[in-house]
């Protein structure tokens, strides 16, 4: 089982992502932006000190979308044989760059 360090049960993590599609931020569903979501969960403290990476994401939802937040949840499925639900957002920031927030919720 994966600990999370975290009181109220939900970790976040950030990572930034540099040279999004010219069209601003990604679907939730978009090629895309699962490959965001996959690289912000691996670059993750806790994913890199317990050598977790995502194997597979599933059941991928948008909760709310506008021009600079795209809100969604989706179900990580790892390497140690767990699925996660987590709950994040993307955000475009004023420079072009867009930042991905990610909460893990047990």
């Known amino acids: 089982m994966?600990?999370?360090n975290a009181a109220s049960g939900i970790l976040a993590i950030t990572l930034l992502l540099s040279g999004?599609?010219?069209d601003g931020?990604?679907?939730c569903s978009s090629d895309e932006g699962i490959q965001f979501l996959t690289d912000t969960f691996?670059?993750?403290q806790f994913a890199r000190q317990d050598s977790l990476s995502v194997v597979e994401v599933t059941d991928i939802k948008e909760i709310s979308s506008s021009d600079h937040r795209v809100q969604c949840s989706a179900k990580v499925s790892t390497n140690s044989a767990e699925t996660l639900l987590v709950n994040?957002?993307?955000d475009l920031r004023d420079d072009g760059t867009s930042v991905l927030e990610l909460k893990v919720v047990e």
Do not use: G, T, V, W
Request: aromatic content about 6%; hydrophobic content about 35%.
């Open 88 to 90: 994040y957002h993307m």
């Open 42 to 44: 691996n670059e993750a």
């Open 2 to 4: 994966i600990k999370i």
């Open 20 to 22: 999004c599609s010219d």
């Open 25 to 27: 931020l990604p679907s």
